[in-house]
């Protein structure tokens, strides 16, 4: 049954993996339109609600992001292809689904970005990790990139952009902006809360890409933080104010 969250955006499948449907411009004819996927496992839900509290320890705070990050791979990695490989059991010899292709890089914004990339690698130790830099001129308000470092190879690779919140959107639109002018065409964004305006502003620009998210809240602050949410992830994650 569809729960609208705000005006524009509902809930449109149940658990495990809900789908989020948002009035976006269209994409090129033919052209498939991407999709938001809220991961909504009582385990990440729960894990979820102790990182919200405000007592959670820097220390606690950091191994609920790694288990969270963990369990979202599950679902992030759901579609990735499969080929069948000979393998000799201890009975006989048969077949078995691989991974097609094993070349995946993880690309955090820094810097709260980097607190789901150790998860993501105990799922997945053979995948890469990229990183982007972005800060705002504080008289152009525009974003600037004053770090960029990926691995050779990697834009015809699946690329998960990470970053624990999506709330104006205005980061992960530019790094993703920023991973397509370098000719990337395979990118998922993946949050761990995101604000309905978050969502909207990337969708709204790179509608090709599907968003991963454990929770979608009500929307954000006159300071642009997310309400409820959980804080500054970046200074939860490093104990820094």
């Known amino acids: 049954m569809n729960a609208p969250l705000l005006s524009g955006i ?25 999709s938001v996927h809220v991961i909504d496992h009582p385990l990440i839900e729960a894990k979820l609600t102790h990182m919200r509290d405000r007592d959670t320890t820097s220390p606690e705070f950091r191994a609920l992001l790694k288990e969270i990050s963990i369990l979202m791979g599950y679902e992030i990695t759901r579609d990735f292809p499969t080929k069948l490989c000979e393998v000799d059991t201890p009975i006989c010899r048969a077949s078995f689904p691989v991974l097609k292709d094993d070349f995946f890089t993880i690309v955090p914004i820094l810097r709260a970005g980097l607190g789901m990339v150790d998860g993501l690698l105990e ?21 600037e990139e004053y770090y960029y470092k990926m691995p050779e190879g990697y834009e015809g690779s699946v690329i998960m952009v990470v970053d624990p919140m999506l709330a104006t959107g205005g980061s992960a639109v530019d790094a993703i902006s920023s991973l397509k002018k370098r000719g990337c065409n395979n990118i998922r964004l993946v949050n761990l809360v995101a604000a309905p305006q978050g969502i909207e502003a990337v969708r709204t620009v790179h509608p ?27 200074d939860r994650i490093f104990g820094t104010k």
């Open 10 to 34: 509902h809930i449109a499948v149940p658990s495990p993996t809900a789908t989020i449907s948002l009035t976006t411009p269209s994409l090129a004819k033919g052209a498939p339109m991407a």
């Open 208 to 234: 090709d890409v599907d968003i991963y998210v454990a929770a979608v809240d009500e929307g954000l602050n006159e300071d642009a933080y997310i309400v409820p949410g959980l804080g500054d992830a970046g």
């Open 123 to 143: 799922l997945m130790p053979f995948a890469h990790v990229g990183h982007i830099g972005l800060v705002r001129n504080e008289q152009t308000h525009l974003p």
